[in-house]
């Protein structure tokens, strides 16, 4: 069996055919989902997608990309994840690529995360894009190694990816592992301990080859276990069986 440990359920596109989505899990062995938060507003709809399916998981936080809100305080995350099914912090981290400019704001709500985290220990989940290097920072600053968690749909460098994970994180591979011109992206699913693997497709985006194009679903997870197993020439039913260890072993999801 697969898990899917990165998508948007709640998002309208997958949203008005969940029951859909589900059935073609099922059909792929895809056993469980983690729907991840992107800001507070629309957090009361994740939670209740895990609430209402037994094998639905949610986080709570607010994305980085998300300007102009009120911004999140620790102990105001922390509350909200104190809930069964709410299994993580996040996402959370830090994105150079899409805004620019003074972007303190954006390492103040990444500190805050991290604390929340501690706080109610649970693991955070991490997106960086072109800021690694204040993301590892912040991380070792704020002892996010005292709870670990995953950096989500990864896409660094293997040498940032040996300091996340010497801080306690998984590293977890989204359909761009599949892309013809990930070229180094494969070298570091190639190289990685497969105890610190997870896999996802954080839906409704970037779907896997050879479904490039659509709109991403959790079904197509399968598809990126596939090509990890092919890349490390072992059995994909080792993949299935090793990196669901690895959800259930850091989120503690019951």
């Known amino acids: 069996m697969f898990v899917d440990s990165h998508c948007h359920l709640d998002f309208p596109d997958l949203a008005s055919r969940l029951d859909e989505l589900l059935a073609r899990m099922r059909e792929n062995d895809v056993s469980h989902a983690l729907c991840v938060s992107v800001n507070l507003q629309d957090f009361p709809r994740v939670r209740a997608l895990a609430e209402n399916h037994p094998n639905l998981y949610a986080s709570v936080g607010v994305h ?16 909200l994840a104190d809930h069964p099914k709410v299994v993580a ?31 109610c220990s649970k693991p955070l989940i991490i997106h960086t894009r072109e800021a690694a290097a204040d993301t590892l920072r912040i991380m070792a600053e704020e002892g996010a190694d005292k709870v670990g968690g995953v950096m989500h749909c990864f896409t660094e ?20 592992v599949t892309f013809k011109n990930a070229v180094a992206l494969k070298d570091v699913a190639r190289r990685i301990s497969l105890d610190r693997v997870l896999i996802e497709t954080d839906s409704p985006y970037l779907a896997p080859v050879p479904h490039r194009g659509k709109t991403n679903e ?20 080792e993949v299935g069986r090793i990196t669901t260890h690895n959800f259930f072993n850091l989120f503690k999801a019951a």
């Not at 997870?221 to 092919?230: L, P």
């Open 218 to 237: 959790p079904a197509f997870v399968r598809n990126v276990a596939e090509e990890i197993a092919a890349l490390r020439s072992i059995p994909i039913e």
């Open 89 to 119: 912090i996040g996402e959370t981290g830090l994105d150079y690529f899409r805004l620019k400019g003074d972007l303190e704001w954006q390492r103040e709500r990444f500190r805050q995360h991290i604390r929340a985290a501690r706080q």
């Open 157 to 176: 460098s293997w040498e940032v990816a040996r300091q996340a994970m010497e801080m306690n994180f998984y590293i977890s591979f989204s359909g761009i």
């Open 64 to 79: 980085p990309d998300y300007e102009n809100l009120a911004e999140p305080q620790a102990a105001q995350l922390a509350s």
